[in-house]
T-cell receptor, first 117, second 113 residues
Framework: SQTIHQWPATLVQPVGSPLSLECTVE??????LYWYRQAAGRGLQLLFY??????ISSEVPQNLSASRPQDRQFILSSKKLLLSDSGFYLC????????????????FGEGSRLTVL | DAKTTQPNSMESNEEEPVHLPCNHS???????IHWYRQLPSQGPEYVIH???SNVNNRMASLAIAEDRKSSTLILHRATLRDAAVYYC??????????????FGQGTELSVKP
């Protein structure tokens, strides 16, 4: 069965420090991968998505970057964190469209809670 | 991407049915209606989706208006574990070409014992 893992689960970082959040998917190949952020309150903001190795689409201009060095690995990074980067970061994957019965379901990881001080 | 409008919050009593509304007046003919829910401190999970006809699964039912400009997620008997934020999302045709799912603010459902 397919699983998705994110780490670290929680981190507290000072302003100006670098960031690296990692996400891996197991049990599937060639998934679409996504990074979302949820600030205080509700609403998930899509940050990046990737349809293949080395292919990254950015949704909003920001202090963050994403990379996909391997098929099932998605990394979110920053060279210098800002206070506004605090939030709950969620990685998600879905499979390739397999026809009319495909739900296109997104599967989310456990999330990484980042606090920038 | 077409937008959805949901009430900010709703309350329900345990073991009573809950009807969560969603308006999507700019929906296009090829947009699917998806519902996800997010429990506290967890990632969202898929609930149900539909295109034109009403849909049922083990978690909920989805009633879609004839003009498709609104839909309602129905939880037949709310439990305390159903307390969550419920998101109504439109999935466009580009989704199958690597597109994305855009989440709105959702409806926070609270369930009273």
């Amino acid at each position: 069965s397919q699983t998705i893992h994110q780490w670290p689960a929680t981190l507290v970082q000072p302003v100006g420090s670098p960031l690296s959040l990692e996400c891996t998917v197991e049990g599937t190949s060639n998934p679409n991968l996504y990074w979302y952020r949820q600030a205080a309150g509700r609403g998930l903001q899509l940050l990046f998505y990737s349809v293949g190795i080395g292919q990254i689409s950015s949704e909003v201009p920001q202090n963050l970057s994403a990379s996909r060095p391997q098929d099932r690995q998605f990394i979110l990074s920053s060279k210098k964190l800002l206070l506004s980067d605090s939030g709950f970061y969620l990685c998600a994957w879905r499979g390739r469209d397999s026809g009319p019965l495909d739900t296109g379901e997104l599967f989310f990881g456990e999330g990484s809670r980042l606090t920038v001080l | 991407d077409a937008k959805t409008t949901q009430p900010n919050s709703m309350e329900s009593n345990e073991e009573e049915p809950v009807h969560l509304p969603c308006n999507h007046s700019t929906i296009s003919g090829t947009d699917y209606i998806h519902w996800y829910r997010q429990l506290p401190s967890q990632g969202p999970e898929y609930v149900i989706h539909g295109l034109t006809s009403n849909v049922n699964n083990r978690m909920a039912s989805l009633a879609i208006a004839e003009d498709r400009k609104s839909s309602t997620l129905i939880l037949h008997r709310a439990t305390l574990r159903d307390a969550a934020v419920y998101y109504c999302i439109l999935r466009g045709p580009s989704y199958n070409q690597g597109g994305k799912l855009i989440f709105g603010q959702g409806t926070e459902l609270s369930v009273k014992p």
